[in-house]
Each structure stands twice: as C-alpha cells, then as structure tokens.
C-alpha cells in the first residue's frame, strides 16, 4: 500500500499535537499552534503535510512558503526566527523491521517531495531536522544537499550530586562555592522574556549580528504553545538584571534556546553558569532526562558548553536549489 500525503484537514489539525507527542522527533515547535505563531512572524504560508498509509498516521512534515518576488522557496522552520530544530517527524516506526522502516520513511519523505515540487515548485529549500531525525538517505537521494550539524546534549539521567561530579572542576566549582545569598534566579514571565531579548539583542549587536528575533515571537510562542513551555530563567543581584536564559521544554527535553550571552553588568558573578546549573537542576526535580545545549559548531563557545559533559549529538541541514550556487546564497541570506 502506498503512503498518502496531503495537506492536513481540520480532523488531521485537531490530531495533530498528539501526534506530535508520539513522534521521537517532534519538538515544541512542531505543535500546530507554534507553526502558525511562526508562520505569522516569518510571513509566510504554513503547509502542513501529513502521510498515512491507510488509516496509520506515518509522518508530519510542516513547511513554510516564502515568496520574494516571482520565487518561491521553502523552509522549515522558517528563516529569521532562530527556530532551532523542525523538519519531518515519524510516526509508527519503532517496531519495524529495518528494510520496512527504510522503505515507509523514504516513500512518505519522496511522497512530501512531490506534493512541494507539484503545489509550490520552489527554486530553493532549506531544511533542518531535529537531533531524533537518524536517516537522511531519502534526502541524498532526492537531489537535496545533505550537511551534518552537531549540538551538545546533557544526561540529566545522574542524581544531583553525581552530575555534578561529571562537570570540569572549574564549572562544578563555580556552582557549589556560590554564594546563594548574593543573587537569585527565578523562571519568570513576560517582562523576563522581554529582558533576555532585549540583552541578547545588544549582544549580538555589539558584535555587529544581526539577531532579528522580535520579542513579539517569542511571547507569542511562549503564550500559545499548547503542551511545551516558554521557561525565561533570570539571574538577579539586588533585585536587578544580570542575566537569563530562554529554556524550550518539551516531553523530556529542555533546551538552551536564546540567552546565557556575556552580561555587561559589575557582578563578580559565574552568572551563566548558575542559570545553566538553574535549568539542570529544575529539570532534575520535574523529571526531565536531557539538557540540549542547542549548538556545538562554534570552538569558542564549544568551550564553554563542554565543561558540562555533555554528549554529542547530530541533526542535518538540507538544501535544494534548481539554479548557481552563487544566486541560491544571494537568495537565502537576503531572507533568513
């Protein structure tokens, strides 16, 4: 029986979410109500694939429609918005056999293919799968250019105490010999939100980068979001700002979305150490089993991440284009 791919209907949207939570690679952001808060901050269409092979749901796949003068392109997740990790999410593929597992994940991803090239024939797409997507062979062999990204990811498996122990003496050190009594960190709200923006923001501009998320996506997303959190983490001394981290959770993962950037404020302070430490710690307490650290490609900042022993992990930037490379770059980076 063949893998059926269509647009999903109001019945298919009311399911989505779940299906979402069954998927090992769905994410916060593949919920039905973080797509349309991205396709709305973007500007652009959302079309949401789903496959079936009969009455079986076998995949979601959420893509964004970008039209810049007479081209189209596609993403997913969108351009500007920093979205770390969207793509295709599998359904019912854990008790297959691997020659059916190839062949069902190859036909629905060939099957999301035809139905972009028919509706949309896009002179350009670019895509990024979540850490859980292990096979990107449909892809290759599609036409579409295929380069491993990596991040860094936490077990947060340990008790307390002994992940500590698995962290470089420097970083254990820095969060046991704090004092607690000189600051305070605390999961806030929509003025916290606004904070780490705006901080990261100057941040980036400082370095001359442009940063380009508004605020507004992410109160948007942090306020709609149906089952996942928007957890803005704030490090005060003497009730004033120093620094914060944006914190993505969903099921059993949180991730170092936007913050953790180098503060400008007088404080003798390991101040993103403690607020990485923070979001470690509270995931312990609320049984949650992995830290991604969301990012291991840049050596300065590799440096940092890595002193927390974390693990390796892979997930895959995907990019298609029918014209010179030279024009596809100029096109890309003149949208994202």
Same mark, same amino acid.
């Given at each position: 029986? #063949?893998?059926?791919?269509r647009?999903?209907?109001?019945?298919?949207?009311?399911?989505? =979410?779940? /299906?979402?939570?069954?998927?090992?690679?769905?994410?916060?952001?593949?919920?039905?109500?973080?797509?349309?808060?991205?396709?709305e901050?973007?500007?652009?269409?959302?079309?949401?694939?789903?496959?079936?092979?009969?009455?079986?749901?076998?995949?979601?796949?959420?893509? $964004?429609?970008?039209?810049?003068? $007479?081209?189209?392109? +596609?993403f997913?997740?969108?351009?500007?918005?920093?979205?770390?990790?969207?793509?295709?999410?599998?359904? =019912?593929?854990?008790?297959?056999?691997?020659?059916?597992?190839?062949?069902?994940?190859?036909?629905?991803?060939?099957?999301? $293919?035809?139905?972009?090239?028919?509706?949309?024939?896009?002179?350009?797409?670019?895509?990024?799968?979540?850490?859980?997507?292990?096979?990107?062979?449909?892809?290759?062999? =599609?036409?579409?250019?295929?380069?491993?990204?990596?991040?860094y990811?936490v077990?947060?498996s340990?008790?307390?105490?002994?992940?500590?122990?698995?962290?470089?003496?420097?970083?254990?050190? *820095?969060?046991?010999? @704090?004092?607690?009594?000189?600051?305070?960190?605390?999961? %806030?709200?929509?003025?916290?939100?606004?904070?780490?923006?705006?901080?990261?923001?100057?941040?980036y501009e400082?370095?001359?980068?442009?940063?380009?998320?508004?605020? #507004?996506? +992410?109160?948007?997303? @942090?306020?709609?979001? @149906?089952?996942? @959190?928007?957890?803005p983490?704030?490090?005060? +001394?003497?009730?004033e700002?120093? %620094?914060?981290?944006?914190?993505?959770?969903y099921?059993?993962?949180?991730?170092?979305?936007?913050?953790?950037?180098?503060?400008?404020?007088?404080?003798?302070?390991?101040?993103?150490?403690?607020?990485?430490?923070?979001?470690?710690?509270?995931?312990?307490?609320?049984?949650?089993?992995?830290?991604?650290?969301?990012?291991?490609?840049?050596?300065?900042? *590799?440096? /940092?991440?890595?002193? $927390? *022993?974390?693990?390796?992990?892979? /997930?895959?930037?995907?990019?298609?284009?029918?014209?010179?490379?030279?024009?596809?770059?100029?096109?890309?980076?003149?949208?994202?």
């Open positions: 029986m #063949s893998i059926d791919v647009l999903a209907t109001d019945e298919d949207r009311d399911r989505w =979410n779940g /299906y979402v939570e069954r998927s090992p690679q769905g994410t916060l952001c593949h919920e039905y109500e973080a797509l349309e808060v991205q396709a901050h973007a500007g652009a269409t959302l079309h949401p694939l789903i496959g079936f092979k009969g009455q079986e749901p076998v995949g979601l796949f959420p893509v $964004f429609e970008i039209k810049k003068g $007479f081209v189209t392109t +596609v997913s997740p969108p351009p500007h918005l920093r979205v770390p990790y969207l793509g295709p999410a599998f359904l =019912n593929m854990g008790k297959l056999k691997q020659r059916k597992r190839d062949k069902r994940q190859e036909r629905f991803v060939e099957g999301c $293919f035809d139905w972009i090239e028919s509706e949309l024939a896009p002179r350009y797409a670019h895509l990024r799968t979540s850490t859980a997507f292990a096979d990107s062979r449909p892809f290759k062999w =599609n036409g579409y250019d295929v380069s491993p990204e990596y991040t990811v077990d947060l340990p008790d307390e105490d002994d992940l500590l122990m698995t962290f470089s003496s420097d970083a254990r050190n *820095n969060v046991t010999n @704090a004092d607690d009594d000189a600051h305070e960190i605390e999961v %806030g709200g929509d003025e916290e939100i606004r904070l780490i923006v705006d901080q990261v923001r100057r941040r400082s370095q001359g980068i442009d940063f380009g998320v508004a605020e #507004s996506f +992410v109160l948007d997303l @942090a306020d709609r979001t @149906a089952n996942g @959190a928007v957890r983490y704030t490090l005060r +001394v003497d009730g700002f120093v %620094g914060g981290i944006l914190a993505l959770e099921g059993d993962t949180t991730g170092r979305w936007l913050g953790g950037v180098r503060t400008d404020a007088d404080v003798d302070l390991p101040t993103n150490d403690l607020l990485d430490w923070a979001v470690m710690s509270d995931g312990l307490d609320r049984g949650i089993k992995a830290y991604d650290l969301i990012g291991a490609d840049t050596p300065r900042i *590799n440096r /940092y991440k890595a002193k $927390f *022993n974390p693990e390796l992990r892979t /997930y895959y930037s995907i990019e298609y284009g029918s014209w010179g490379m030279q024009t596809i770059a100029s096109l890309y980076n003149s949208v994202k």
